[in-house]
């Protein structure tokens, strides 16, 4: 018997991106992420990565992972590329 995440992980999905989301730290500095999801209903694990080395570089893993079944959250950290300082 398969369970839900061994279902989800034999499917293929067609893939959703958000450029540039907003999140909003307590000090008022805004950090920007890239987020890839699955085009579909339901609930997914979610991946997240924060880097220094810009997150526009991850495209193709968040793309890749989505594909499988995972939301994929990839981040600029503070003051580097697309985040505030």
């Known amino acids: 018997m ?3 995440s061994q279902l989800h992980a034999a499917q293929s999905y067609e ?3 958000e450029r540039d989301a907003t999140a909003t730290m307590r000090d008022g500095v805004i950090l920007h992420a890239d987020i890839y999801r699955p085009k579909a209903d339901g609930q997914f ?3 997240l990565q924060r880097t220094p080395y810009n997150k526009s570089g991850g495209g193709a893993f968040g793309a890749k992972a989505a594909a499988s079944g ?9 003051g580097r590329f697309t985040s505030e300082g």
Request: zero cysteines.
């Open 45 to 47: 694990p979610v991946l």
């Open 70 to 78: 995972y939301v994929v959250v990839i981040q600029d950290v503070r």
């Open 2 to 4: 398969l369970t839900t």
């Open 15 to 17: 893939v959703t991106i």
